[in-house]
């Protein structure tokens, strides 16, 4: 097994009125929240997909699927320990995470300290290690609509031992 290795994902959820708000397991204050079968947290949904990608273990979807009434407004950041067991079972450990939010609002940059130090405890990594930034898509497209939140990650892991 390789001494490296790197990972990416994607997810992008509707907002809609009536959902709570909630982005790398901080519940943000807004008049809308994302849809879905658990609690919606795209950016969470990313960086699970990073992390299982990175030791080709398949996706979320596949892990936790949307049909199984377990897994209904679960609170994402279950899913992302179950993920940090599954890349520690193949002997491998996260380096560092990057993280891009796309949205058109909220304004995030307030919560971006509060979503590191909440990746971190789940993760098991010091702060530094985890960067969030936070983009609008200036206009364009659904999300530039504000109709939706998006959110890609990448993340670094090393074999361990
Ligand atoms: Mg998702």
Not at 80 to 99: I, P
């Amino acid at each position: 097994m390789t001494e490296l290795r790197v990972g990416s994902g994607f997810d992008a959820h509707k907002l809609a009125p009536g959902r709570r708000l909630v982005l790398g397991g901080v519940e943000i204050p807004f008049d809308l929240g994302l849809e879905g079968h658990s609690d919606g947290d795209c950016l969470l949904h990313a960086v699970c997909d990073a992390m299982l990608g990175a030791v080709a273990a398949g996706d979320l979807g596949g892990h936790f699927p949307s049909s199984d009434p377990r897994w209904k407004n679960a609170a994402s950041i279950v899913f992302l320990e179950e993920v940090v067991r599954v890349v520690r079972r193949k002997g491998y450990a996260l380096e560092n995470l990057d993280v891009t939010l796309i949205a058109e609002r909220p304004v995030i940059a307030p919560h971006v300290q509060p979503i590191r130090e909440a990746l971190s405890r789940a993760l098991g990594v010091p702060v530094d290690c985890i960067s969030v930034k936070a983009k609008t898509a200036d206009g364009l497209g659904a999300i530039g609509a504000g109709q939706g939140i998006a959110a890609q990650a990448a993340v670094l892991l090393r074999r361990k031992g």
